[in-house]
């Protein structure tokens, strides 16, 4: 009987779920992701700032940079990943590639002095971008082949309910 936390015989889903069209979702996400930003920046997120404190200012220029570099190296992820979808590219020549592209670190907690001056819009669109980059990195490593590391909280949630469903299983 094969022991389910066995991970060297376990058969690696993830490039199944890559190749399942969950990329294309991703991938309309975070075009689409991108033109809104890209939007709100040149128009209503312009004048926003405009009205801003000087501290909030600064804030604005620094936090709308970091968004704007951190979602231009998720286009490049997800354009390379299209790439291999499609066949133009193969998967070794990707991965060469995606390691060129040096995601910016997201700060651990995001706030401080100024950042709830800023508009409520730009706040959504980094909270956004945190996610969308968050789901990158999960989509790449099922891609790659690997199991997405959990934090503790969730997977001792995963643990417990496994347990509870092969103790319930166990008693049929």
């Not at 009987?1 to 975070?30: C, H, K």
């Not at 570099?69 to 990943?81: F, G, I, K, N």
Request: aromatic residues 8%; negative net charge; charged residues 30%.
């Amino acid at each position: 009987m094969s022991n389910w936390n066995d991970t060297e015989t376990a058969i690696a889903i993830g490039p199944r779920i890559v190749a399942s069209g969950g990329f294309d979702l991703l991938y309309r996400e975070g075009m689409s992701l991108i033109e809104e930003v890209a939007s709100y920046l040149d128009g209503d997120g312009r004048a926003e700032s405009r009205i801003l404190s000087r501290e909030a200012s600064f804030i604005y220029a620094t936090e709308s940079m970091r968004l704007t570099t951190r979602l231009m190296q998720l286009a490049s992820w997800l354009l390379l990943q299209r790439a291999v979808n499609e066949g133009e590219i193969t998967k070794e020549n990707a991965r060469s590639e995606k390691e060129k592209v040096k995601f910016s670190a997201t700060p651990s907690e995001r706030g401080g002095p100024g950042y709830d001056q800023l508009p409520q819009t730009l706040r959504d669109f980094i909270d956004k971008g945190d996610r969308l980059f968050d789901r990158v990195m999960q989509f790449d490593t099922l891609e790659r082949g690997k199991m997405p590391v959990l934090d503790a909280g969730v997977a001792n949630g995963i643990a417990d309910q496994l347990a509870r469903l092969k103790a319930a299983f166990g008693r049929v």
